[in-house]
């Protein structure tokens, strides 16, 4: 059984389509009941087993009761899918503390505690694969007053650090590290008009993003970027000074790259 967190849409409901055409079943996690239902209820047309468990992985307790109840319906995970995710509009001083410690939990605790629950019977059966959602902004130059691209850069080296330690168990970890991808994140940022403004061949669907994730997964790599401008900008990233960097980009396009 797989089970997939931000499941209502974007890469996490394509990874989840993806997961069912690979003879998985699911556990859809999200915020939202009737999308969620709406997509449990397809997936169960092509014949799989779709069970939702409604959560906001911004409450510290929402991760274990969720393992929990999932272990419960379907007795094993197998795949982990740590998929959550949003970002905020306002720089770090110009929020509350409340809403940046709600955004930490989500972004960094949730995806360590959720994979902490999963992993002793994963290595203990010597088979799982553990796929967390990381991003571009991971590798690029940090906008200004921004939390998002700190914690995708700690989603990379956790899952680094976790790939060393599951050498040899039958246990993978990846992390994928896609750009600018086609889904209801820019909508949810109320971005969507400034994002339209980008060249196309920027932009990745979600479903490869999910083929390249999951393939990768299977192979056992520990950090993967979809797409080859995407393969590019990363280089070009570690390669050149943040001075450069501006000359050579599209104006504001580093900046933008925290909402990938």
Request: hydrophobic share 50%.
């Amino acid at each position: 059984m797989a089970l997939v967190t931000g499941a209502s849409a974007g890469i996490g409901l394509a990874m989840a389509e993806l997961l069912v055409a690979r003879q998985h079943d699911v556990v859809l996690v999200a915020r939202r009941k009737e999308r969620l239902e709406n997509a449990a209820a397809q997936l169960r047309q092509r014949g799989a087993r779709a069970e939702v468990i409604v959560a906001d992985l911004a409450d510290p307790a929402a991760p274990r009761r969720i393992v929990d109840e999932s272990l419960a319906r379907c007795g094993r995970i197998d795949v982990l899918v740590n998929n959550a995710g949003y970002g905020l509009s306002s720089r770090f001083s110009e929020l509350p503390w409340s809403e940046h410690a709600a955004f930490l939990q989500l972004m960094l605790t949730s995806t360590v505690d959720l994979t902490h629950a999963v992993l002793p019977p994963m290595r203990e059966r010597r088979f799982g694969r553990i796929i967390n959602m990381a991003s571009l902004a991971a590798f690029v130059p940090e906008p200004a007053g921004m939390l998002y691209s700190a914690t995708k850069r700690f989603m990379v080296s956790f899952t680094r650090a976790l790939h060393l330690d599951l050498e040899g168990t039958g246990v993978t970890a990846t992390a994928v590290c896609p750009g600018f991808t086609y889904s209801e994140f820019h909508d949810v940022m109320g971005n969507r008009a400034h994002m339209n403004t980008l060249p196309k061949w920027l932009w990745m669907d979600s479903a490869t993003v999910a083929r390249l994730g999951l393939d990768a997964a299977e192979r056992g790599t520990a950090v993967i970027i979809p797409g080859a401008v995407n393969k590019l900008v990363a280089a070009l990233c570690w390669a050149l000074p943040r001075s450069a960097l501006g000359l050579l980009a599209p104006r504001g396009l580093m900046d933008r790259y925290d909402k990938a």
